[in-house]
């Protein structure tokens, strides 16, 4: 949850953006671990195939700049399993994978609101808590755990929890402290060097917070208000994109919507840059 910090106090709604690491049928016949996407020529897993019957590739599906290779390769030295890390712009290129079928992921993170439909569908497999350790989830944050779409955490468990808020370097002068900053300059003196996120929650969310609605609006008046807004704004912004770390990084933006992982990553490797929380609310999340 997060405060407003204006003159008053609200209490957003958690915007959990849970994601699933939850395990299809299907893997590649073999794979070297590099970065392409999932193809149709599979096998299954288990059964005797590779080391201790778990074959020969896992594949996972999943966001930018998300895994640590040290832990890839670790896992990979433990079970001799390679690991294909395949990244999607959206989670609804996952689910179009899943849907056509023989998709060859293995784990997924995909954002909340797809889960309970791949349940329903039975696209989408129990985890198995025996086999992941038995984490005991009573001791974690209560906010990340045990959510509606996913009660008791049947399919899906936290990995990364964080805020989506705005980066500016040097180059965007006066600094970016809230939404309704971040996009009324967008259209400004930040056109055409301002990114925002390829992500309907956190988009339309944040924009709805810079129009003085609340984050989770569902009232049909204000939606208009902020697409009318958002298409306005269009032609203004450099890209609408989930990879926002290379335009940052070589200058092409100097002010973008974010989520902790990279504006942190982006600030470590470039201290006159600055992650903000919005002054006029913010939007938590935690992908499983």
């Not at 329903?120 to 959510?147: C, T």
Request: with cysteine; aromatic share 8%.
């Amino acid at each position: 949850m997060s405060k407003h910090k204006g003159g008053r106090v609200r209490l957003w709604t958690v915007l959990v953006l849970i994601a699933g690491m939850v395990l299809a049928a299907c893997a590649p016949d073999s794979g070297d671990g590099s970065n392409t996407t999932a193809g149709s020529d599979t096998t299954v897993i288990g059964g005797d195939e590779g080391p201790a019957g778990l074959g020969d590739t896992l594949v996972i599906a999943t966001w930018p700049n998300y895994h640590d290779q040290a832990t890839i390769d670790a896992f990979t030295e433990q079970t001799g399993v390679a690991v294909s890390i395949n990244v999607y712009g959206s989670t609804e290129e996952m689910e179009a994978l899943l849907r056509a079928g023989d998709s060859g992921i293995d784990i997924l993170v995909p954002t909340h609101y797809a889960v309970p439909g791949w349940i329903e569908d039975g696209l989408i497999q129990e985890l198995d808590y025996e086999a992941i350790g038995n984490p005991d989830l009573s001791a974690w944050n209560e906010l990340f755990v045990d959510q509606p779409f996913d009660p008791g955490n049947a399919y899906t468990i936290p990995k990364n929890w964080g805020t989506t808020g705005i980066i500016y370097g040097p180059d965007a002068g006066e600094p970016v402290t809230s939404w309704a900053d971040f996009f009324a300059r967008a259209a400004d003196d930040l056109d055409n060097r301002a990114l925002i996120v390829d992500h309907q929650i956190s988009t339309i969310g944040s924009a709805a917070v810079a129009m003085g609605y609340d984050l989770n609006t569902t009232d049909p008046d204000e939606l208009a208000d902020i697409e009318a807004m958002l298409t306005e704004l269009k032609p203004h912004v450099w890209a609408i994109s989930s990879d926002v770390q290379p335009p940052l990084r070589n200058g092409d933006t100097w002010a973008s919507m974010a989520w902790t992982g990279d504006g942190v990553q982006v600030v470590r490797d470039n201290p006159d840059y600055v992650y903000v929380i919005p002054d006029d609310g913010v939007e938590m999340w935690v992908d499983n």
